[in-house]
Nanobody
Framework: VQLQASGGGLVQTGGSLKLSCAAS?????VGWFRQAPGKEREFVAA????????VYADSVKGRFTISKDNSKNTVHLHMNTLKPEDTAVYFC?????????????????????WGQGTQVTVSS
């Protein structure tokens, strides 16, 4: 499975961006993770293909929305009310195998496939 991420860019505080992750094959869940300079990669949001269940990091809950487009095998991350602390390289990742338990969807080590990162910069 190959993942193609797109949609990063530069935006002012309070602005919005939409990231997209297109998958070349079947996956059971797609997640977004981010890594800021000098920090470890952290979970942002994930969606399970079966049933569409979603999970979010507390830091983005209420501001970010993850959605899936079944017809295009693509997952979107709609990011609103962006803050400077959202600045990071964002990675999409996917899982195969069985449909995952929601509680495991935050764990980056459960994801076998990773796309290239896309830079998101929020200016203050």
């Amino acid at each position: 499975v190959q993942l193609q991420a797109s949609g990063g860019g530069l935006v002012q505080t309070g602005g919005s961006l939409k990231l997209s992750c297109a998958a070349s094959g079947r996956t059971t869940a797609v997640g977004w993770f981010r890594q800021a300079p000098g920090k470890e990669r952290e979970f942002v949001a994930a969606v399970r293909w079966s049933g569409g269940s979603t999970v979010y990091a507390d830091s983005v809950k209420g501001r970010f929305t993850i959605s899936k487009d079944n017809s295009k095998n693509t997952v979107h991350l709609h990011m609103n009310t962006l803050k400077p602390e959202d600045t990071a390289v964002y990675f999409c990742a996917a899982r195969g195998g069985h449909s995952p338990i929601i509680s495991t969807m935050r764990n980056q080590y459960e994801y076998a496939y990773w796309g290239q990162g896309t830079q998101v910069t929020v200016s203050s």
